[in-house]
């Protein structure tokens, strides 16, 4: 496994396993498995409900805490100092264990991020989280968080795939030294992912399929992904992209799949959305 090491020291890996809209009473087995295939980092979240299947399956594997990377993420009903402080605890007993290896705010809404921000920094100084950040943060809201913070967010998780390549804000970044990690690095298979002519046409240069084609463009453009399935065969295809190496011609050609937009827009349907159409001049997320 590759990993990069974060604004504070810490070191992620740079491929991992989501497991959201994974039930529970499912995940335990699929965390396993992708364990056994080699995955370190797992990607939870409170909204998930399956914080507590991830802890069950880490606790299981026989591998030691150390090697994992857990991350979860603090979700927006938790919006208050108090009640985002008490959801950190919560995550911690869900996923048993003393300390999370990456915490994030799972989405902006209004600005009450400026209090669950202090939550998490205050977890950070104790011990309980070794790195923090946020999640679904455009810039505006990017530069108003860290306009304010004491400690600067060392990972923003992004809609990020071919199709929606995030140029622009990967590059202010950079710039911020913030990692950008990658959720939907298929798209959840729109936009007929798999069997897209480009990607299927690169990847059979290098007996590789259009998932490893484009998670390895990922890996190769600085960014974490964390796929996503339930399917034992497609762990291990989405594994293996660390044995051969896209030429910098593949990558100009993948990078004009670019739309530069969300292809997630019924996320405006969820409750931020709902804040977010209602103040249309703030709306630059989704
Ligand atoms: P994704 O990883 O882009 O796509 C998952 C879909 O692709 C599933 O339908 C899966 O099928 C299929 N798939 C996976 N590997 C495949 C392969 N090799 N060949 C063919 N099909 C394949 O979508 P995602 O789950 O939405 O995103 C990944 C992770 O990002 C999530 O699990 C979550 O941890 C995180 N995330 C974060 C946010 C956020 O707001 N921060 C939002 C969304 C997601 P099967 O499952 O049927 O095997």
């Not at 370190?40 to 979240?45: E, F, G, P, Q, V």
Request: charged fraction near 25%.
């Amino acid at each position: 496994m590759e990993y990069v090491t974060l604004n504070n020291g810490v070191k992620m890996p740079v491929l991992g396993y989501g497991v959201y809209k994974i039930s529970s009473r499912d995940c335990v087995e699929c965390v396993q498995n992708a364990v056994r295939v080699g995955y370190r980092l797992i990607d939870t979240a409170q909204i998930y409900d399956n914080e507590e299947a991830v802890g069950t399956a880490v606790r299981k594997s026989g591998v030691p805490r150390h090697d994992f990377f857990l991350t979860t993420k603090i979700w927006l009903t938790n919006d208050r100092y108090k009640t985002a402080a008490a959801s950190i605890e919560q995550s911690l007993r869900k996923l048993q264990t003393d300390y999370i290896d990456l915490l994030l705010i799972h989405q902006p809404k209004r600005r009450d991020y400026h209090e669950i921000y202090p939550a998490m920094e205050v977890a950070y100084k104790a011990g309980k989280v070794r790195a923090i950040g946020v999640s679904n943060f455009y810039r505006d809201r990017f530069e108003d968080l860290t306009r304010s913070c004491e400690i600067m967010p060392a990972v923003n998780q992004m809609e990020m795939h071919v199709f929606q390549q995030q140029k622009s804000l990967h590059e202010f970044l950079k710039g911020c030294g913030t990692q950008i990690e990658a959720w939907a690095p298929f798209a959840e298979g729109r936009r007929n992912y798999f069997q897209n002519p480009v990607l299927t046409g690169i990847g059979a240069k290098y007996q590789k399929t259009a998932a490893q084609t484009a998670l390895r463009f990922l890996f190769q453009q600085g960014a974490v992904s964390i796929p996503k399935t339930v399917h034992w065969e497609q762990m291990q295809e989405n594994f293996n992209i660390f044995d051969f190496s896209l030429s910098h011609e593949d990558c100009v050609q993948i990078e004009q799949l670019d739309e530069g937009q969300t292809l997630y827009a019924s996320q405006m349907h969820n409750e931020s959305g709902t804040w977010l159409r209602a103040n249309p001049d703030t709306l630059e997320v989704f």
